[in-house]
């Protein structure tokens, strides 16, 4: 499973669609994600906004279209990037970013047995 961070307002406008993902692909030239074990390295990205994300995962056993893992920053990690479209049907859950007192990311407990690397 891969998981993207994304606002909640966002998700809410695209769950009801069959594919999404076109503004990514359109700036980037793919959707960036993450694995689990790597998310606490991506989330102070999404610490200084007062907007509700929220966690897509996704089966990459179901998505149509294809993931590459990359190392762009060379730091030694690769990141899934989708490149094509997600079919909604590859999202097998939305869990909410769980945020502690000082802002800081916080495991979800369907995470907790996936060690952070």
Known sequence: MIIQCMKK????KR???????????DKNG????????YFWRVAPNFYNTSEEFVLICIDEDKLKAEVKYEDWDNTGRCYPHIYGLVNNDAVVDVLPFLKDENGEYVKN?????????
């Open 9 to 12: 307002s966002e998700w809410d």
């Open 15 to 25: 769950k009801n669609e069959e594919y999404w993902g076109q503004e990514s692909i």
């Open 30 to 37: 793919f959707i960036h994600c993450s694995t689990i074990e």
């Open 109 to 117: 407990k369907e995470f907790a047995d996936i060690k952070n690397k």
